[in-house]
């Protein structure tokens, strides 16, 4: 994940979420902007409708 | 660990005052199994003050020694992100329990070490407990709970809350804290902020320990108003500083103070567990259980069809089992009913007698008999909720609630709305922005209730052929889901502008509800139901009865014409008029205030129905006869949207804690349904060409 679009108010959320800008996680299901659901830090975590829009990623193959 | 130290009773004679502990950590944490595990059957629940977050208190024993235990609610963080944060910090600094145990899930320790870290900077006494500490060893973590205890400069103690496994020394460690015979409870670890940012939190630290206010947790303190997390009660001089060295630091890492302060929480983290956490390889056989159904129930296609199913299996449930109970209800209220009257000589017209029976009989009664639907209701959502299926019942709904602008949160109080207003408005605690809240809210009474099934019951087949019956009730419930449709729409770019906060919320593992769990979700709530709405029910049943007894008539079956509420509804019948209403209709529904159901019932006696006779068939054939089919359905519409229900505007009232918003809802949806009657009576007019 390299950074979220959003208000400071949810950045920081995600952030304690485990959800911080160069953190890494899996994407499990995934709907085209849909919910998804993935996994981060050990936890599986629903992203709302929307949330998918805002994250920008990195694709990394391992 | 050292569990070595037997406590020694307290031999004094006087009874010590008992210890407080409070209990911490993130939802799904298991902290309800622990606080059960401690306390057995010796607690009760109420609400913070001024807040409708519950908590819940109970007692516990060890070696002589006696604790009070108080639930705090499930936190990710302690900044002041969502209700339930503001109020475990001010308890926190309010109440200084003597000590705070956080509960820990062993098997996702990082991420829940994050609450333990800033409980540790706030600097209360602390023990951690790491709880499914059988769950992680099974997902093959191995954590040295010695060393994770010096890491982090707190006693640790593992423990699995449903087993009760681990409770005894988890005891014995608080006890140890409480009776200051364990100094490592103050951590005198810190997170180090790194070299651009920790000498401005000591400097604003010194700052704050000069001036006073809140100098016991003063790092506690420079923090917090370093990421401006809206703490008051500093001095100007203190917030000028702070705000200085926000903009300093922000200027120099070029990032978000509170990012970079979380980042390096969560970096001191994981250096804990790379020295105390060693993973070894092992079939994680829960993960992937929970995985395994995920694939099936998260699923495209087959997700929403297994829930709908699952939804319309609950309903079925809920209404067939409580149909039997309801009835049972009826009988013993009717039963008690008799057995007052029967205190007088048959057919006395006492004031006394008429209170007890017709008013707060009637009144609380009619609500009371609800409460088979309640709770049972109540206890199917605890299972979704114990199992883990409400949280991906919210994953298959977001996207269609989305689209009008609620997300799938807000679908679960909708559901249940179907059933009955009142637990439907208490689910929406889970929403956490007030906005989606309150949208939420508003809307939540348009759900045709199970009160107002009875209404229709009553007058669609007096004016529809049965061939029609069904899809006028059909289009009643439509009707009533579209209305709600536009409305939240139309709040979300009025009132509560602005584009939905998207949500982020954890997938727990499934679980196996365990009954004890399940009725104590069940009677906590039926129990808030039953008290909050009982007593303001009560008291508006009383107002009402009084308003319809009195000025005294000669005639009993002329009494409710002669009453003051059936001088009212005169009053108002013109106000109605439009909507094609006659004076026993507005009086009718003023009588239904309380309740919905009523209005069939005062129908029946506007109408000199003998209510020894076959009441709803004669009530039937005097309504066909004074009323059209459209006027009919007009009735049933304005029932449908318009004035909710006392235990609505009650739960209102609790949830919102403003008259402000109970008046919206309750005049909104007042007008709202006098224009929606009002159109369709005048234009069925239009096309029937009857009028009168």
């Given amino acids: 994940m390299v950074t979220c679009r959003g208000g400071l108010g949810l950045q920081r959320r995600l952030a304690e979420m485990g959800l911080g800008a160069g953190s890494r996680f899996v994407v499990e299901t995934s709907g085209r902007q849909g919910p998804c659901v993935i996994v981060v830090k050990g936890a599986r975590l629903i992203l709302g409708h929307g949330m998918v829009g805002r994250l920008f990623v990195r694709r990394r193959n391992d | 660990m050292d569990n070595g130290i037997a406590i020694q009773p307290t031999l004094s004679p006087v009874k010590p005052k008992p210890f407080r502990i409070a209990l911490a950590g993130n939802p799904n944490a298991g902290k309800t199994t622990i606080f059960n595990a401690l306390t057995g059957d010796r607690q009760h629940v109420g609400n913070y003050p001024g807040v409708t977050v519950e908590k819940k208190e109970g007692m516990a024993e060890f070696a002589g020694a006696s604790f009070t235990v108080v639930d705090l609610p499930g936190t990710y963080s302690l900044s002041a992100g969502s209700l339930e944060e503001i109020v475990t910090r001010d308890f926190l600094l309010a109440e200084q329990p003597d000590v705070v145990v956080d509960i820990v899930d062993a098997s996702n320790l990082e991420r829940h070490l994050y609450l333990a870290v800033q409980l540790m900077e706030l600097g209360v006494p602390l023990v951690l407990a790491l709880n499914m500490s059988d769950v992680a060893r099974a997902k093959g973590f191995r954590i040295n709970h010695t060393k994770l205890a010096k890491l982090l400069g707190v006693p640790v103690v593992p423990t699995e809350g449903h087993t009760g496994r681990g409770i005894p020394e988890l005891l014995q460690a608080v006890a140890k804290v409480c009776q200051k015979l364990d100094s490592q409870s103050l951590s005198t670890r810190q ?164 209170l007890l029976v017709d008013g707060i009989g009637g009144g609380v009664g009619g609500v009371l008999v609800f409460l088979p639907n309640i709770l049972l209701l109540f206890l199917a959502i605890a299972l979704l909720e114990d199992t883990g299926y409400m949280a991906r019942a919210v994953f298959i709904t977001d996207r269609w609630m989305h689209k009008i602008g609620l997300h799938g949160k807000s679908f679960i109080p909708m559901l ?242 403003s008259w402000n918003w109970v008046a919206l809802q309750w005049g909104g949806l007042t007008v709202l349904a006098w224009t929606v009657t009002t159109l369709v009576y005048q234009i069925g007019n239009l096309f029937s060409g009857r009028n009168i």
Wanted: net charge positive; charged share 15%; aromatic share 10%.
């Fill in chain 2, 191 to 354: 997170v180090d902020y790194g070299h651009e940012v920790e000498p401005h939190v000591e400097q604003l630290t010194a700052a704050i320990r000069r001036r006073g206010a809140g100098s016991e947790h003063a790092r506690w303190h420079a923090l917090q108003l370093l990421a401006g997390d809206g703490l008051t009660g500093h001095d100007d001089d203190v917030n000028r500083e702070a705000a200085r060295l926000r903009a300093h630091i922000e200027r120099i890492s070029g990032a978000d103070i509170g990012m970079v302060l979380t980042d390096a929480r969560y970096g001191f983290i994981a250096g804990a567990c790379t020295e105390a956490v060693s993973q070894v390889e092992t079939a994680e056989t829960r993960l992937s259980r929970s995985e395994r159904i995920d694939r099936v129930v998260l699923n495209r296609w087959l997700g929403l069809p297994i829930f709908a199913g699952l939804m319309y299996v609950l309903f079925y449930l809920t209404f067939a089992l409580a149909a039997p109970l309801t009835k049972g209800l009826e009988a013993v209220f009717g039963q008690i009913g008799g057995f007052v009257s029967s205190w007088w000589p048959a057919g006395s017209h006492s004031l006394l007698k008429s």
């Fill in chain 2, 416 to 657: 249940i709305g179907f059933g009955c207003t009142v637990p439907a408005i208490m689910a929406t605690r889970t929403l956490e922005t007030r906005r989606d809240r309150l949208t939420t809210i508003l809307v939540l009474p348009l759900m045709s209730c199970g009160a107002r099934l009875l209404i229709y019951a009553l007058f669609i087949p007096a004016f529809f052929p049965p061939a029609w019956q069904a899809p006028v009730l059909w289009l009643l419930y439509i009707i009533g889901i579209l209305l709600a449709v536009g409305l939240a729409k139309l709040l979300r770019v009025t009132l509560f502008a602005g584009e939905p906060v998207p949500f982020v919320m954890e997938l727990p593992p499934y679980r196996l509800p365990t009954w004890r769990g399940l009725l104590q979700h069940m009677g906590e709530r039926g129990w808030l139901f039953v008290r909050k709405a009982g007593t303001i029910i009560l008291g508006f049943a009383i107002v009402l009865w009084a308003l319809s007894v009195w000025p005294r008539a000669d005639r009993p079956e002329q009494q409710l014409e002669h009453s003051a509420i059936g001088h009212i509804g005169k009053g108002i019948a013109p106000l109605f008029k439009p909507l094609g209403f006659d004076w026993k209709v507005s009086t009718s529904l003023l009588s239904a205030l309380a309740a919905k159901e009523l209005f069939v019932a005062q129908m029946g006696i506007v109408h000199s129905v003998d209510a020894t006779q076959n009441a709803s068939a004669t009530l039937r054939a005097k309504l066909q006869a004074a009323y059209t089919p459209l006027q009919g359905f007009c009735i049933m519409l304005f029932c449908l949207i318009g004035m909710p229900c006392l235990a609505t505007v009650a739960v209102t009232k609790q949830e919102t804690g």
